[in-house]
Each structure stands twice: as C-alpha cells, then as structure tokens.
C-alpha cells in the first residue's frame, strides 16, 4: 500500500514538514509520497519522495481518498480493494472546513475514518492500523491533545489521537513547536 500526501496548504509551512516526517515514520518511507509540491522547499523533507505533480496527474490506479465526509468507512477488507490511500495535507482548522472536498482524484473511492477529524499524521496512521486488519471500532483514541507550557498554562491542541501502545500518536517535534511558537 502507498500512503500519499496531497500538500494542499499555500506553503510548505514547519507545522506540515513535522507531520509528514512523523507519517512517514509510521507506514515507512518506501511506502510514502508527498505530491503537490511544485515550487515549495521540500529541503526539510529530507529522504521523503516528493512529486511536483498532483495525484491526480500521476495516473494512479485503486485510489482511496480519505475524507471525513465520505459515506463509506475504510475496512480492512480495502486493502484488497486500495493500492494507493491519498490524504489531504491540510493543516486542521477548528471547526473544520471540509477542505477535503478539493481532493479530487478521477475513479477514486473515498472512505472516511470516522466523523471526528484527526491531523494528517494521525489519518495516516490510523488508516495503516485498518489496512493491516484492525477495524476502527478495535482502535483506540483520546480526544483533545494538552501541552503543558512551563508557565504553568496548558495549550489544548482540538484533534483526536490515535493510541499507539497506550500513548497519543503525536510527534515530540509538535509538542516542542507549540511550546515554542503557541497553536
Ligand atoms: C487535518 S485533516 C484536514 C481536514 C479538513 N479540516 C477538512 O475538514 O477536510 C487532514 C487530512 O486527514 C484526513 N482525515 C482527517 N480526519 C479524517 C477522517 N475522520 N476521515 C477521513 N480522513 C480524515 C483527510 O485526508 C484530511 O484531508
């Protein structure tokens, strides 16, 4: 299965490079792709294949989109179905716009991993715990990330996080960011 990230975001802000590196972490790399780039500095994704072209140019062929508003939601039995679960590389917006829509890639089926909205490495990620077997009832989440600022004040980050091991999937690069630069 290629997971594949459509960057759909004005520019290819640091926010973004943390959650591609963290995706890609994830599913590995060899199964990963940035597409949409055309123009951005994509220095900072250093060992991520990255196309200037979007995935609906790359003649793609068993194409899932992933979608919160889709009707279907992706089951297992997709990876039979999928070779290619294509993203929105969106940065989440509260209340959420359905930005998702845009992603438009010819003969593709679009899933949703539910009604709740995750950031873009969660999806990725959550979408591969499927993909190999587990059905998303069997997942486990938390709603709502806190940052605790040394200041004593907590930043809440409005996603829903997968649980690896019992622990929020997020990237301590994001956590560091937030703690720098505030959400
Ligand atoms: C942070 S989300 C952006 C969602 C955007 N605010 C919207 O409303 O479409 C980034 C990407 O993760 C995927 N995603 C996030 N939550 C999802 C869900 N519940 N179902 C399917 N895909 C999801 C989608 O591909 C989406 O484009």
Redesign the pocket.
Known sequence: MKYIIEHMDPEMFQWCVVEYRHAAEGVGRENFLVTNVDGQDTSRLKGIETRKEKAADLKLSRVCV???A?EKTLEPADAQRFDHLV??G????YP?????RE?VVPGAERR?????????DN?VMVAKQIISGKKLSELEFVQDFVVQMDEGEEIILPYKYLLVDGKPFISDEIIEYVKEHGF
Request: aromatic share 8%.
């Open positions: 992933l979608d919160p889709a993203f929105g969106i940065l989440g917006d959420p716009k359905a930005r998702t992603l949703n991993l539910g009604k709740d909205q995750f950031s873009t999806a």
